[in-house]
């Protein structure tokens, strides 16, 4: 699954947006595992899905394998209303009954013991269809109806009765009975249909075996529009009236999956790949096997209005959710304690792909600066290690959070450094091949690029894995020219060790010997050590983390840190100095170097070349705003964000100009969000202002890629009419990204009367379930308005918990970080009330804690310094 990482502007609650979108966690599921003594080998499954209708009927027909001789087993059924439950075997029925003995369980009970061998079981059942986009759900949109599904971690056992554990691979069979008019997509293409009066019967081939998270389908009246050029047939799937905007997805899947089949060597494991575009959909994209579901606004752009930004984010859902047909459908884990290799695998190979197909994307100079947030969450002892084990009362999809997604990735790719690319691939195919079709665990995947290198992987990628925690590695320059190493924990300022931890991290050092730049590979295992330089000389510079891979916070004496700044351009890659920018903010966290010493140490890549550097240079602009920046400090805040960045703007224009890449264009659009609403420059608004008019005049006439900050900006100011007219614009968008868009902007209005409307709006208007975080969200990103979010969610609790599914409730505490320790008080008091309390929301909690005291620590540490820097930077005008 691909969360779906918002793309305003960059504050607290964007980052609870982006924990919040991870679809999933469950809620606590009420049971322990199922028992093996009976399992499952076939499913068949028959739905009358009209979803013009409130609810819907179903039977299921279950080979099974009984093991050893019990008189009861259980499966999973989860708010269905059973009929009729018979189970069979060989020869003659099998008198049993059934209870519902659980939330999510139903027990077959038999007289006497059953013999092992083969029976079946029957089940007739109806339910209702989910509206909350969950399970089986429906939705109506443009007049019609439709039916979706969305089963990650355990909502298939809500749709139908089944053994809903990944590790029970089965292979089912899909009949579904649609009224005429409608379609049906499955995972599998379909092998017959027979016309009836007013409905059809539609019969799907018999699956590969498969996990039931993975089950997809889709009724209604869809259009389809054929991908041309796979090596498997397949479509964009959309809705009525949406097919004219799915001919980018349509050419960009080939390439994207052709790239994978080369990685792995090995064909599309699946006879079909559907990409399918979801109206209402909690995170960005699901990896359903042969029919990967999206979020629409991410799956249909239109050609005329479609942005970098857009361009770059569908080719990395596309990559990561194909990865997952390899990694993670046909080789699944055993169990949701490895969803985090899960995703952290199809984060790492969705991003590789993406940047061999679409390199002008630049994916990984964007991985990097995630990682630099993945770092900071993982140096608070509130952090647990992103391998450990998940019971099935836990929320299950909480077992890989925003932090196992980007760990995981940076430390995959860390080691793939390490290893060689090559050497890596080989104990990928060889793991792919031996549990291909089948389940695995995380150590399977170690031994095989132990086996395949000869290294010892596996320890040392278990010292990653298996403790929380990122170590800080200090590299010193010893008098006869060898270099001193030592490794400890990263933690913030005054935050006492929990104890002694050791990593074994792949050291990548490069330095310059005063003739040639050189990198050497060093394995830090102990404590510290002496590494002698190939050389043997004492280096001019010594960059701790060549390359930028290596999952790390690094520490050189001052004067080496001011060298490497100044020497930007010449030692430093286009990566290494985004990444050195990253480092330099943990440096402040952890006492290392001072407020005054980060905002100079930073301004000193303000002329930098590289348009990513700028956007890491922003991200540390931002983080002084998030930290320092009170109501009386906004207005000497805004100087310095001009100061620093307005040259920048200056030097690549306010327009697109012909041949710029595309990474100068995204660094445009964030320079002008930043100057505009931070840096009160005034230029940039009447820019945008004029700008948005113009889209609203003659649309496609915009840089796509400034139409968002365009309106966002243009609402600053704006009053009732602007207000009014941008609503109406989002109600009646007919492209997905026009919706979103205008959704956003309506977060941006200041005026409080129109502010108080907007809030009220996201509750009240006509929103999706997966819409009603943007305007919050937008809204708290404005100092006036940073206590709002909160205030809304806390007053509105209940109207939230009726729209959002259950499992995404945990997140709530999010909506305390900030730097406010009274709000951080407010909020336990409220969480700790039984009425506000969800499973697994106490992590969260623990999580805001620490967040919260870290801000407020650092503000109250370096606040003096920063401000008067920031003063003294009026004065000096
Ligand atoms: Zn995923």
Redo the contacts with the bound molecule.
Sequence with gaps: ??PVRVSTLSTCLVFLLALAFHAGTAAASGSARLQRDVLPTFERLKLSLDARKKSYSGTAHIDLSVKAAVDSFQLHSEGLALQRVTLRSAKALVPSTHTQSGPTTVTVRTRAPLRPGAYSLDLDFTNDFSTRAQGIYRLETGGESYCFTQFEADDARKAFPCWDEPSFKVPYQLTLVVPRSHRAIGNTPIVRTIPGKTSKTIVFQRTKPMPAYILAIATGPLELVPITGMSVPGNVVTVKGASRLAGTAAKMVPPILAALERYFGSRFPYEKLDVIAVPEFWPGAM?NAGAVTFRDDVLLVDPKTVSVGQLSTLSVYMA??FA?QWF?DLVTMDWWDDLWL??AF??WMGDKISDEVSPEYKRRVKDLRETQSAMRTDSRLSTRAIRRPVSALDNLLQAADDLAYKKGQAVLGMFEQWLGPETFRAGVLAYLKEHAWGNSVGSDLWEALSKASGKAASAAMTTFLDQGGVPLVTAEILADGRVKLSQRRFLGYGVPAPGEQLWRIPVCLKYSDGSEVRTQSVLLTERETTVTLEGGKAPRWLNPNGDAAGYYRWSVPPEMLHRLADGEGEYLTPVERVEFLGNAAALLDAGLIHGDEFMRLSAKFADDKDPEVISALMDNVELIRRIFVTRELADPYAVYVRRTLGPTLARIGMTRRPGETDGVSLARAGLLVVLGDDGKEASVVAFADSLAKQHIATPGSVDPTLIEVALDLSALRGGEALFSDYKKRFETAEIPAERARYLSALGFFRDPKIAQEAIRYSLEGPLRPQEIFTIPASLGSAIEYEDVPYKWMTENFGTIASKVPPMFMVYMPNFARSCSLERLEAAKAFFADPAHSVPGSELEMARVRDAVNDCAGLRQREGAVVASYLIQLVGSR
Excluded: I, K, L, T
């Design positions: 699954m691909r990896e990561h959710e997952h993670g899960n995703e199809a984060e």
